[in-house]
Nanobody, 123 residues
Framework: QVQLVESGGGLVQPGGSLRLSCPAS????????IGWFRQAPGKEREGVSC????????LYLDSVKGRFTISRDNAKNTAYLQMNSLKPEDTAVYYC????????????????WGQGTQVTVSS
C-alpha cells in the first residue's frame, strides 16, 4: 500500500504560483500513475492532472492547461504539481492519488490517497 502526504499548499494572490509535492512511502512510485485531484467547498472532487508511470503520458483538466504542469521524480519517489497563474477558482483542497501504470479520468480508479493540502487563491 502506498502512503502519500501532500505538501506545498497555502495562500497565494491571483497570478501567483505554488508547487505541490506528493512524496510516497511504502512502495516505489515507478509502478504507478499519479493523479492530482481537487475539491472545492460544495463541489464534487475533480481530476486536475495525471501522469503515467513512465511519464510518457499526461492529462490535464481543460481549465488548467497551460498553467499547471505535472511531473514526477521516481528517484525521489515524489510527484509534483507546478501551478502558475493561479486564479480564485483554483481554490480547493488538492489531493494526490495513485493507480497502477496508466492514468484514468475517474477518481474511483485510484486506490491510494493523501490527506490533501489546502490551496487558497485570494487577494
Amino acid at each position: 500500500q502506498v502512503q502519500l502526504v501532500e505538501s506545498g499548499g497555502g495562500l497565494v494572490q491571483p497570478g501567483g504560483s505554488l508547487r505541490l509535492s506528493c512524496p510516497a512511502s511504502g512502495s516505489t512510485l515507478n509502478l504507478y500513475a499519479i493523479g492530482w485531484f481537487r475539491q472545492a467547498p460544495g463541489k464534487e472532487r475533480e481530476g486536475v492532472s495525471c501522469i503515467s508511470s513512465s511519464a510518457g503520458s499526461t492529462l490535464y483538466l481543460d481549465s488548467v492547461k497551460g498553467r499547471f504542469t505535472i511531473s514526477r521524480d521516481n528517484a525521489k519517489n515524489t510527484a509534483y504539481l507546478q501551478m502558475n497563474s493561479l486564479k480564485p477558482e483554483d481554490t480547493a483542497v488538492y489531493y494526490c492519488a495513485t493507480r497502477p501504470l496508466i492514468c484514468s479520468g475517474s477518481s474511483k480508479a485510484f486506490g491510494s490517497w493523501g490527506q490533501g493540502t489546502q490551496v487558497t487563491v485570494s487577494s
